[in-house]
Nanobody, 123 residues
């Protein structure tokens, strides 16, 4: 099964930083955007940030705006999520996904999903 691969999760204290990576697979199949999501136990999956491969469009949810930065490395088909000023409520499994269609960030067709990487923010 073709799917992107996340890495970079781990344990960090409040106020700390982590950088997640997403090794994507979908550009060969026509995907044009990558998004980061998270899901905490007992909560719904939350869309955090997205970027298209041209770099012309970037999205951040209000919950991470100003703390998280999404970036891309077109040469290596990799998308990153730099997370700073982490809070305990940022604890979740973080997923990346690749989209092949969608007119706006909140209505994308996310076709390829990774397995996720765990982030734990705690003392």
């Amino acid at each position: 099964q073709v799917q992107p691969v996340e890495s970079g999760g781990g344990f960090v204290q409040p106020g700390g930083s982590l950088k997640l990576s997403c090794a994507t697979v979908g550009r060969a199949f026509g995907t044009y955007a990558v998004g980061w999501f998270r899901q905490a136990p007992g909560k719904e999956r939350e869309f955090l940030s997205g970027i298209n491969w041209s770099g012309g469009s970037i999205y951040y949810s209000d919950s991470v705006k100003g703390r998280f930065t999404i970036s891309r490395d077109n040469a290596n088909d990799t998308v990153y999520l730099q997370m700073k000023s982490l809070k305990p409520e940022d604890t979740a499994v973080y997923y990346c996904a690749e989209a092949s269609a969608g007119a706006r960030w909140t209505a994308m067709s996310w076709d390829y999903w990774g397995q996720g990487t765990q982030v734990i923010v705690s003392l």
